[in-house]
């Protein structure tokens, strides 16, 4: 046990907290491996029934990885050689994704608040997947320079009318009416209820509590997404993020300007890199998806490669320096070339050994 997790046993119900609101619960490497170890106790544990993570009922689930820490130790590497934490770091990570989908017991989550990037990683494999009025889902990573990962491969390109897509490459925010129609949440609780629902949780276990104090979903108000999903069905279910920016500017309404302008900030290589994912995803196992995302994600940490790796820039402008002011290289995304794809998805990470 770290003081940025707390574990809690109560009558079979293994309560998993997120401790870290400052950084909002962001996930560092010890956070991982303490999530991974006592998950794996408390399989063996026939004391323990069920599971319900949560973050912060204030801040939310999770924000994503720390990859601030991995910026940090990344740049004071020697020139040429990579610090172990950009491997060690995505590594274990994925492996604790892919050990939250084979669960043997049950698994609850609470999503509200902040639950983006590493936070979707943790919460998508949940049974029950509770968002509240102040669920902030997405996938964000395009916007420093890296690409929806922790199983967005998978879990994205599975979601109605191109919706995946979508996220994924512009990072757009669901709220909880959108995350409950396109499958991402299974449950509404409004957040004044959340309190209660913990409470009861540990009483009777998440299941049942879940059930009792789930709201319909129209409760959760009005989709916004919903009025959008047939403009981003035509424009997201093409294959090229060239023919995206095209399709977008054809239909010329506000709504498709506005998507196209929040591509423009976005990392052209992140986006294109992002679209081959999703698109190589049909027919792939969760940990398939996991695997291509590692060896893309060893690619935008190779010190080796000649050209500078947006992921470091993005991270610098929007996390570090904050200028918000990315200087992405190439900054057209047709001149991300298909060579450059075709490397990145192949790079020769080592296999992740499942656990
Ligand atoms: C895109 C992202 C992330 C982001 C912002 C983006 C991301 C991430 C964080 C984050 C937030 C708060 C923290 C922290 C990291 O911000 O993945 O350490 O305290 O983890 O625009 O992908």
């Known amino acids: 046990m770290t003081d940025t997790l707390n574990f809690t046993l109560s009558n079979g119900l293994g309560l998993i907290q997120l401790n870290r609101p400052r950084a909002l619960n962001a996930l560092d490497m010890s956070m991982v491996d303490g999530l991974?170890?006592?998950?794996?106790r408390w399989e063996a544990d026939d004391s323990v029934s069920q599971y319900l993570m949560m973050g912060s009922l204030e801040k939310g689930l999770c924000a994503g990885g720390?990859?601030?820490?991995?910026?940090?130790?990344?740049?004071?590497?020697?020139?040429?050689?990579?610090?172990?934490?950009?491997?060690?770091?995505?590594?274990?990570?994925?492996?604790?994704?892919?050990?939250?989908?084979?669960?043997?017991?049950?698994?609850?989550?609470?999503?509200?608040?902040?639950?983006?990037?590493?936070?979707?990683?943790?919460?998508i494999n949940?049974?029950?997947?509770?968002?509240?009025?102040?669920t902030k889902i997405a996938m964000p990573e395009t916007a420093i320079g890296f690409i929806p990962d922790v199983g967005a491969t998978y879990f994205l390109s599975r979601l109605p009318d191109q919706v995946g897509t979508y996220m994924g490459l512009t990072?757009?925010?669901?709220?909880?009416?959108?995350?409950?129609?396109?499958?991402?949440?299974?449950?509404?609780?409004?957040?004044?209820?959340?309190?209660?629902?913990?409470?009861?949780?540990?009483?009777?276990?998440?299941?049942?509590?879940?059930?009792?104090?789930?709201?319909?979903?129209?409760?959760?108000?009005?989709?916004?997404?919903?009025?959008?999903?047939?403009?981003?069905?035509?424009?997201?279910?093409?294959?090229r993020v060239s023919e995206i920016y095209h399709r977008?500017?054809?239909?010329?309404?506000?709504?498709?300007?506005?998507?196209?302008d929040v591509m423009q900030t976005r990392s052209p290589t992140s986006m294109v890199l992002a679209l081959a994912l999703q698109r190589n995803a049909e027919g792939r196992s969760f940990k398939e998806c996991l695997q291509l995302e590692f060896n893309v994600a060893q690619w935008l940490f190779d010190p080796n490669r000649p050209e500078k790796s947006d992921f470091f820039e993005g991270i610098r402008?929007?996390?570090?320096?904050?200028?918000?002011?990315?200087?992405?290289?190439?900054?057209?995304v047709d001149d991300v070339s298909p060579d450059t794809v075709a490397r990145a998805l192949s790079f020769p990470a080592d296999r992740i050994a499942f656990l």
Not at 36 to 40: D, G, H, M, V
Not at 126 to 134: D, F, L, N, Q, Y
Not at 187 to 204: C, T
Not at 318 to 332: A, C, E, R
């Open 317 to 332: 402008s929007v996390l570090v320096d904050k200028d918000h002011n990315p200087h992405w290289h190439p900054i057209q």
């Open 66 to 123: 720390d990859v601030k820490t991995l910026y940090m130790e990344a740049v004071a590497a020697p020139k040429g050689s990579k610090a172990a934490i950009t491997r060690d770091f995505f590594y274990n990570e994925y492996q604790l994704n892919a050990f939250l989908s084979d669960l043997k017991k049950p698994f609850s989550v609470l999503m509200n608040g902040v639950c983006m990037g590493g936070g979707m990683g943790l919460a």
């Open 248 to 260: 977008l500017a054809n239909e010329g309404s506000s709504e498709a300007t506005a998507m196209a």
């Open 171 to 239: 990072g757009a925010r669901l709220n909880a009416a959108d995350a409950l129609a396109v499958g991402l949440a299974t449950h509404f609780v409004p957040q004044d209820r959340l309190e209660a629902l913990l409470e009861a949780a540990g009483q009777e276990g998440a299941d049942t509590a879940i059930a009792r104090f789930a709201e319909p979903a129209e409760a959760a108000g009005p989709s916004e997404l919903a009025a959008q999903r047939p403009l981003i069905k035509r424009c997201f279910s093409a294959d």
């Open 36 to 40: 991974t170890s006592q998950l794996q």
């Open 126 to 134: 949940a049974g029950k997947r509770v968002v509240s009025e102040t």
